[in-house]
């Protein structure tokens, strides 16, 4: 395949991709709207922060799988996508020790003001008696919003400087997910003004989505105790910055930010920001994955999703339909041989059924296969009949989703 790398990627993930008989193209200094012309007729997009519009979308005559080489995928324009029958696959989970680690660098930075001690060692002053003052972290409380797995792995390294953690209940967790809680010992709260009522310490990890744009807003911040410290290493956007300066500004309230909102585009440029800028901040430059450990963990992964993608698997796909409509799963046993597919569709094309889902699997030796589809509407008896006349057909049964069976 034709693979496209339009951002910074590790070199030792795009040769193994060579070797395996993949065409690489490397341009990482590539703008957004340069891709609809760069684009062409790759099959594979890889992408890190460079935005993916409709535009190149539609540009793309060949793409097949957006690989995002990291977890967030909001700088991909992920409808659109979809409706050109395109992947969107990302690397979830990679980065998280990466972006834990420089939490809890904040952290420690704003407590021990770390960066002023150097900013005035570097000028010849010695101030110890200034710096000498400070909190310590052992025994405060932490509020991680967001519990995924760098907010796990963000308390699992606040337990061992001694920190209590708390988190939102929340349904449908994994039971993995429910473990890794208990093993930790994160107590789980009701709601967002017991989470926040005694928290020293709150650290935001949540995925930058019309939902969590500008969470932490006014109301937010106010019920941050006097003296608590903000930590954000997830998305600028998920921060009111008008509302978090007017909070640093009138109230004892720190922050730790590795994300601001209109961050420069390049990697290096001029930065104008209010809040980068503020006394009571202790800032970085979106590094947070930014270490050797994490991009290889990512090249890793991006291998992984590439791999599975050519053996006919969307691993780690979010833009596939949660739900259908499909009301009927309909399973076909029958001898693996060419053209039995061909004949149950077109069956159920005739029939005016929808096929929403499909999944074929072979069975050992390869004599026999069960083909299970998802379909709209409820077959007729003489649907079935006609599907269980088939040479090929071994046996056809239908269920409603309700689990009911014919």
Excluded at 88 to 117: F, M, Q, S, Y
Excluded at 150 to 160: D, H, T, Y
Excluded at 364 to 382: K, L, R, S
């Amino acid at each position: 395949m034709k693979i496209l790398f339009a951002d910074s990627a590790e070199e030792s993930g795009r040769d193994y991709l060579a070797d395996l008989g993949h065409e690489c193209t490397y341009e990482p200094g590539l703008k957004a709207d340069e891709l609809p012309d760069a684009i062409s007729d790759h099959q594979v997009l890889v992408v890190r922060s460079t935005k993916v519009s409709a535009d190149t979308i539609a540009a793309a005559g060949s793409l097949e799988l957006i690989v995002r080489a990291g977890a967030g995928t909001n700088t991909i324009d992920t409808q659109a996508a979809a409706d050109a029958g395109i992947y969107v696959c990302n690397v979830p989970g990679k980065n998280a020790i990466a972006v834990a680690e420089l939490t809890l660098g904040l952290l420690l930075a704003i407590d021990r003001r770390i960066g002023e001690n150097t900013a005035d060692l570097r000028a010849g002053y010695w101030n110890k008696s200034i710096y000498a003052k400070a909190d310590g972290l052992y025994g405060k409380q932490m509020a991680i919003v967001g519990l995924g797995d760098i907010g796990l792995a963000v308390a699992e390294r606040a337990k061992a400087f001694g920190i209590s953690v708390s988190a939102m209940r929340r349904p449908n967790r994994s039971a993995e997910t429910e473990q890794r809680i208990r093993r930790i010992g994160i107590r789980l709260v009701e709601d967002l003004d017991e989470l926040l009522h005694d928290a020293d310490i709150v650290s935001v990890h949540v995925p930058s989505n019309s939902e969590t744009s500008g969470m932490i807003d006014a109301a937010f911040l106010a019920r941050m105790p006097e003296g608590s410290i903000l930590l954000n290493t997830s998305r600028g956007d998920v921060i009111d910055e008008a509302a978090l300066l007017d909070a640093l500004n009138g109230r004892d309230i720190r922050a730790g930010l590795d994300v601001f909102v209109n961050e420069p585009p390049a990697g290096s440029g001029n930065f104008d920001s209010a809040i980068a800028q503020h006394p009571s901040v202790v800032g970085t430059h979106h590094i947070g994955a930014s270490t050797t450990q994490a991009q290889r963990a990512i090249a890793d992964g991006t291998i992984s999703v590439i791999q599975a993608f050519t053996e006919g698997r969307a691993e780690n796909c979010v833009n596939m339909a949660r739900f259908t409509h499909g009301t009927h799963t309909l399973s076909v046993r029958h001898l693996d041989r060419v053209g039995v597919l061909a004949q149950v569709l077109e069956i159920l094309r005739t029939a005016g059924h929808n096929v929403q889902r499909m999944q074929n699997q072979v069975f050992d030796g390869g004599h026999a296969a069960v083909a299970a589809m998802e379909i709209v509407g409820g077959p007729t008896d003489a649907v079935l009949d006609k599907l269980g006349k088939i040479d090929e057909v071994i046996a056809v049964t239908v269920r409603e989703r309700n689990g009911e069976q014919r």
